[in-house]
């Protein structure tokens, strides 16, 4: 499903990618977990196409699809879901105005029929019981003065809503407490744990894999994946550290 092969990405003309080589096939579900400055945050803004991310080697592709050749919007459209370590707050618009015309542009990107009003708010009842989020919070300005927690819940909610095929959730674990962080695992297997979809959760710590299981754990450092495992890679590094587990 994605397939990054040889990336070099630079910031502000800083290489901070340097040959990150990584195969998602659909029904998995990987985490990739490294030290701060390795490159995790990055890696997912140059997937999604954020300005300043440059690309300077390697591809990218999505079910064969060039991503890097893709404007955000139709990365998107074309199945791409990044939840971010800290969510934008946009004051003045409420999430459900924003939910719905995102989830709209994305149909119209498709050619596929857009939700009337009834059909969208039947669709936003329902994920955000799923997250344990009141709807009356769904009427709020996006994010505004919302806490960690609940940020996490309305960005899981929001991936519910727009169903991507696959999700890159970096560091969706920070700042929650260890309820919200169930609610938040539960949230991600039950909308995300499907054999046509897959996932990739960056974190720094290993908390989140209690609740959510990968099927592979990657160490990226100095822009690469220095080690691959399965779900026993990520006690070991919580164990041990980075520096001891990628120098074995
Ligand atoms: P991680 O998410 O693994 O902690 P990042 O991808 O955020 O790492 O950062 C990787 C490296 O890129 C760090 O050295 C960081 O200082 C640098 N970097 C990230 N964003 C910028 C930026 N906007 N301008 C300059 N350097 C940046
Ligand atoms: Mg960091
Ligand atoms: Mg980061």
Do not use: C, W
């Not at 857009?114 to 996006?142: S, T």
């Amino acid at each position: 499903m994605l397939k990054i092969d040889d990336l070099h990405a630079t910031v502000a003309d800083k290489p901070i990618l340097k040959g990150l080589t990584l195969a998602l096939n659909p029904g998995e579900i990987h985490a990739i977990m490294g030290p701060n400055g390795a490159g995790k945050s990055t890696l997912a803004y140059t997937l999604g196409g954020r300005p300043g991310y440059e690309v300077t080697g390697g591809t990218a592709t999505l079910d064969g699809a060039d991503l890097l050749d893709m404007e955000p919007h139709e990365r998107a459209a074309a199945g791409l879901f990044l939840g971010f370590q800290y969510p934008v707050e946009i004051p003045g618009v409420s999430n459900l105005q924003f939910l719905r015309e995102s989830l709209n542009s994305q149909k119209r990107a498709r050619g596929e029929k857009e939700l009337n009003g009834g059909e969208f708010i039947r669709l936003a009842k329902e994920k955000a019981a799923l997250l344990g989020l009141d709807m009356e919070m769904l009427k709020r300005p996006v994010n505004v003065g919302f806490s960690g927690g609940e940020k996490k819940r309305a960005e899981m909610v929001q991936m519910g809503i727009l169903d991507p095929k696959l999700a890159i959730l970096d560091e969706t674990d920070s700042g929650l407490d260890i309820d919200a962080l169930k609610v938040v695992g539960a949230g991600i297997n039950a909308i995300m744990r499907k054999s046509d979809k897959a996932v990739l959760l960056i974190t720094h710590y290993q908390r989140l894999l209690d609740y959510v299981k990968p099927d592979f754990v990657h160490v990226l450092a100095g822009g690469r994946i220095v080690k691959s495992g399965g779900a026993e890679l990520a006690l070991e590094l919580e164990r041990e550290g980075y520096a001891e587990v990628v120098a074995a």
